[in-house]
């Protein structure tokens, strides 16, 4: 059902944004897919090219289309030894993008129960875009097996900054391992909530005293009264 939507939505993209000779098909245009790969010649491949952003809401439908079936099926040659990586950064631009219909397209795959890499990238452009309409798949996420996934999901969450998620929240980062509280500090930071200081103490107490720095960034920047927000 969700190929045959992005199929539908490929059909609805306007020939006028396709640009130059490329015809009706922007998905398969040289505009769209010569973007797309600027990021994967990137040194930093999470930068988006201007000519990708530039294309606004008509690249969501072949953004979301990569993200799920890998670049190939747009005959992107670049990814057909890196699929993982074309549908990481599908997902990454999409979230760059800032728009309703990415947004609405990044909640609908937080619905669908991605896992691995391709679902930490997902989290990672939730607690940038932070869509209050992504709560309810966040929080069944608090819950995951994969402690990288609570914690990310935990971020989030933190990012969309409901007070009334606290609870929630400070039972999943009691459970977390050591290697993801420095996360789940910055989580509470977005959250903004001076009720997190006694629980980013008891967190804080479980690393070494050399690892222990971002947690207590963490904690004296809300007790200031100046915490960091999502960018």
Not at 2 to 19: D, E, F, S, W
Not at 164 to 180: I, K
Request: proline share 5%.
């Amino acid at each position: 059902m969700r190929i045959l939507a992005a199929a539908i939505l490929l059909a609805t993209v306007p020939a006028a944004v396709a640009g130059g000779s490329d015809g009706p098909d922007l998905c398969r245009g040289e505009t769209f897919q010569r973007a797309f790969a600027d990021g994967l010649d990137s040194m930093d491949y999470l930068s988006v090219s201007k000519e990708l952003l530039a294309l606004g809401d008509a690249a969501v439908p072949c953004l979301d289309l990569v993200a799920h079936q890998g670049g190939t099926v747009l005959g992107i040659s670049r990814c057909e030894n890196n699929q993982a990586i074309c549908r990481s950064w599908a997902v990454r631009a999409l979230a760059s993008l800032k728009s309703e219909a990415a947004d609405r397209s990044l909640i609908h795959m937080l619905r669908e129960g991605l896992s691995g890499p391709q679902l930490y990238g997902l989290l990672t452009a939730m607690a940038s875009r932070h869509p209050a309409a992504a709560r309810p798949s966040l929080l069944k996420l608090l819950r995951a097996p994969d402690p990288g996934v609570r914690s990310r999901a935990l971020l989030a969450l933190g990012a969309i900054g409901r007070k009334n998620d606290f609870d929630e929240m400070a039972r999943c980062a009691r459970g977390l391992p050591s290697a993801e509280l420095s996360r789940a500090a910055r989580a509470f930071e977005f959250l903004a909530d001076v009720r997190a200081v006694p629980l980013l103490h008891e967190l804080a107490s479980r690393l070494a005293e050399s690892s222990r720095g971002d947690i207590k960034g963490s904690i004296s920047r809300l007790e200031v009264g100046r915490p960091l927000r999502p960018e």
